[in-house]
């Protein structure tokens, strides 16, 4: 079974600070992997997603996350924060041998930015 | 735009009660899913569906029960309320790329 791995579960940034929010999977086989968030009082949603090709994947916000497989690592960043990303951030992993696109779940990174 | 409809917001419940928790999508999503969201827990597959009819425990099924009588409805079922069941639940259902779109959540508190 796939497990998920976010490495801080709090991170409090002053706005135009530089983020990176690591994630990490244990999962041998083909993998699909996402990032969501959920603003203050919103449903969860997706932020980007990789599936194949380009390691690097660009989402909505200015937000990019890097697929490196030999660290079976999904990290995202974004260079420059705003007040407005304050959010819970989840990392998600998907393996394909899985009936139904069954998702395992980070814990979540609570960010909170400081205007 | 995808859209997945919780029933309820909030939902306040008495310990011991059958509590029903409906979910309905719009784009004709063969799979659906049923999560609870606890602080520092991040997201609990409870129960998921592949198909009307079709269910399978998830991670943490004890207490709960699911419907799937027609394709764009799936119905989450608390038994017999209790309190370390208050949560947030989250339905879901994905697109055949495998990506989820979530409902606005139900907040339950049994008491």
């Keep these: ?115 | 735009d995808v859209k997945v409809t919780q029933s309820s917001r909030y939902l306040v419940k008495r310990t011991g009660e059958k509590v029903f928790l409906e979910c309905v999508q719009d784009m004709d999503h063969e799979n659906m899913f049923w999560y609870r969201q606890d602080p520092g827990l991040g997201l609990r597959l409870i129960y998921f569906s592949y198909d009307v009819k079709m269910k399978e425990k998830g991670d943490i099924p004890e207490g709960y029960s699911v419907s799937r009588e027609k394709k764009e409805r799936f119905s989450l079922i608390l038994e017999s309320a209790s309190t370390n069941q208050t949560s947030m639940y989250l339905c879901a259902s994905i697109d055949f790329r495998l990506e989820a779109f979530f409902g606005q959540g139900t907040r339950l508190t049994v008491v």
């Design chain 1, 1 to 115: 079974a796939q497990s998920v791995s976010q490495h801080n579960h709090h991170v409090i940034l002053s706005e135009a600070a530089s983020l990176e929010l690591g994630c990490n999977y244990s999962y041998g086989g083909t993998v699909n992997l996402f990032w969501y968030v959920q603003y203050p009082g919103q449903h969860l949603q997706l932020l980007l997603k990789y599936f194949s090709g380009d390691p690097l994947v660009k989402g909505i916000k200015g937000f990019e996350a890097e697929f490196i497989k030999s660290k079976f690592s999904f990290n995202l960043r974004k260079p420059s924060v705003q007040w407005s990303d304050t959010a819970e951030y989840f990392c998600a992993v998907t393996a394909l041998n899985t009936n139904a696109g069954k998702s395992t779940f980070g814990d979540g990174t609570t960010l909170t930015v400081k205007p």
